[in-house]
């Protein structure tokens, strides 16, 4: 069973409007590199949310080219009320977004940012797409973006995976240096005590000599029974007793 067709128009913004669609673009009015930027913005748009990408479609693109210079001729945005006329008849489901801006950064950014027109951008059933862009005065441009699907089953793309980083190699472990060789303390030096000295022996003290005192005669010796020394003879005084005396006394004081 054949389902209804459907068609989603979305204006980036402005008005909808009844404008005579113009058959005729001047070639120098058209931009084909900002309508190659605004393809690959869709197709970037969709890679990243897992969706596969839209082809060129001539026919779509030849009525997307006419309606955006009927936008600049005007001199604002609306939807062409006869996209489903115009298109290709195998068409099962059709999208438009307008817009109007200075660049195509900033006008694919505009339309992602819109959740309706983010829908058109990313919507699986279509499978191709006609972008016309046309320069106008004041330094803007007007975009027109249809899209178009066939009843076919929509296809979706599974990202790729993300790269396996190997795991970093271990880093090598070192081995814990050997530790350094102990050096046994050296042996005390041995410390020479000198041997005392030996006293000198004390030489002997001299013996004390103590000469014998010898009594010495200073009087005359009285004995009883002899002469007084004035009766006695001088050759007495050598003689006897007294002259033995007389002489130890010489010979002690003659050493």
Request: proline letters at 13%.
């Amino acid at each position: 069973m054949k389902r209804a067709r459907t068609v989603r128009s979305l204006m980036i913004a402005g008005t909808m409007g009844a404008v005579a669609l113009q058959s005729v673009i001047p070639a120098s009015a058209a931009n084909a590199g900002a309508e190659s930027c605004f393809v690959s913005a869709i197709n970037a748009a969709r890679s990243s949310a897992g969706v596969a990408p839209v082809g060129a479609n001539g026919d779509l693109l030849g009525v997307a080219r006419v309606w955006s210079g009927t936008m600049a001729s005007a001199g604002h945005i609306f939807h062409n009320p006869a996209i489903a006329d115009l298109a290709p008849s195998n068409w099962e489901s059709l999208g438009e977004n307008v817009g109007v801006g200075p660049t195509c950064a900033k006008i694919a950014q505009a339309f992602m940012n819109s959740p309706e027109h983010r829908r058109n951008i990313l919507d699986p059933s279509y499978s191709s797409v006609g972008l016309g862009v046309v320069d106008a005065p004041g330094g803007v441009m007007y975009v027109t973006e249809d899209f178009m699907g066939t009843g076919g089953a929509p296809a979706h793309v599974a990202p790729a995976p993300a790269p396996v980083k190997a795991a970093p190699a271990p880093a090598p472990v070192k081995a814990p240096p050997a530790p350094a060789p102990v050096k046994a303390a050296p042996a005390p030096a041995s410390i020479a005590v000198p041997k005392p000295a030996p006293q000198p022996t004390p030489a002997p003290a001299p013996a004390l000599v103590v000469p014998t005192a010898m009594p010495i005669v200073d009087r005359t010796l009285i004995v009883r029974g002899d002469l007084t020394p004035h009766d006695a003879p001088a050759a007495g005084l050598h003689g006897g007793v007294l002259g033995g005396v007389v002489k130890a006394l010489g010979a002690f004081f003659a050493k």
